[in-house]
């Protein structure tokens, strides 16, 4: 990766208060789904919230971002799980790119082991679209045990 790729990351509202610690720490770290990031260099050029159900800001915050000049879009981890995960996640994922044509990457941070616990038990990710979606933000248990 010889450029520098600005991102966006965009949180669940729900989530509003959320001072990103998991979020920055595993971008650092290049964990999670910025693991797909190692070896290169990231400069975060927008943080900010969907704006709540059903998720008006998605609008136009992709835009300010863009203005920034983000290349992708990850939209949190707490979008997949949130009880229940985010309903308006795969039109997220479809509409910032046909708006914007800025890539999108479903998750930051590794799923805190905590979560993955329930949705587990709730049988939440069982279909074969949420092990595509999960899979940059699974990690092994112990990544996992550590974003408790």
């Not at 520098?4 to 509202?13: A, E, R, T, V, Y």
């Not at 720490?25 to 290049?30: C, F, Q």
């Not at 949190?76 to 309903?87: D, I, K, L, M």
Request: glycine content about 10%; some cysteine; hydrophobic content about 30%.
């Amino acid at each position: 990766m010889a450029n520098k790729i600005k991102l966006g990351i965009i949180i669940c509202d729900r989530y509003r208060t959320c001072a990103g610690g998991k979020c920055f720490r595993s971008l650092r770290n290049r964990e999670g789904a910025f693991s797909i990031y190692k070896g290169g260099e990231v400069e975060l050029v927008g943080f900010t919230t969907c704006g709540g159900c059903p998720g008006g800001n998605i609008e136009y915050a992709p835009e300010e971002m863009q203005k920034n000049g983000a290349d992708v879009i990850h939209l949190a981890t707490g979008f997949v799980v949130g009880y229940p995960p985010c309903p308006h996640l795969t039109y997220f994922r479809e509409f910032i790119p046909a708006r914007y044509g800025i890539k999108v990457v479903i998750g930051t941070h590794p799923i805190p082991q905590k979560y993955y616990n329930i949705h587990e038990i709730l049988e939440t990710w069982k279909s074969p679209e949420w092990k595509e979606t999960l899979q940059p933000t699974i990690a092994d248990e112990k990544t996992r045990l550590s974003y408790n």
